[in-house]
């Protein structure tokens, strides 16, 4: 079959789906979340991930003022909360009283953990950098939270156990195929 090539790109989502996160933010005495599919891990030493978020979000000015961000990662069966934390905007609401949003204690930042995250990092700002009409948000991680009994020995996540919320673009949310995981040895397939 034929691929399709546009030049006039306009909006894309051809990197769908991806892992849907909650970044939480704390400022001025404020707690927000916000859903967010834009996101990666940068480096291993020193630990650091980056989310690109808007400037017009309420979360990003929590950011600028705190220089700290939390990011959380959940599992399908909270798919809910992250379209209602990425449906709201901060600036109205309390998100948190609103959607009866429950957290865990932070170690290293003020930054909310969600007890809904099978996972989440605690993230210390250290580069705020614009990309068209997004921001590119780095953070050291300071502090790992996870759930262990979810995590096989290596920390990979024991898919048996959780189903991580993947988002595909407009509106969709589903879970991976664990019936699908192979293990391929890079050493070995590296070598053939
Ligand atoms: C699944 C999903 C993924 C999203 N990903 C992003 C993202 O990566 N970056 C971003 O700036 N906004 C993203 N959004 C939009 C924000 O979550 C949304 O604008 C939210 O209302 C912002 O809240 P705030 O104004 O309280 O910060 C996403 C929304 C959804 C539902």
Redesign the pocket.
Known sequence: MAKTIREDVGKFYHHCPRL?VVVTAHAKGRD????????MPISFSPPLYG????P?????QLIVDSKEFGVNFLPLEAAEL??S???????EID?FQRFNITRDKSLRTAVPILKAAYAAYECRLVDDRGYGD?RLLVGEIEAVHWLKAAFAPEEILDLAKVNPAL?LGH?L?LTTAKDTVRCLDREVYGKR
Do not use: C, D, L, P
Request: avoid cysteine; aromatic fraction near 16%.
């Open positions: 849907a927000n979340a916000m859903a967010a599919a834009w996101h989310v690109s978020i808007s017009k979000r309420f979360t990003y992250i379209a934390v990425g449906g709201s905007q901060g600036q998100k997004h988002y509106e949310y």
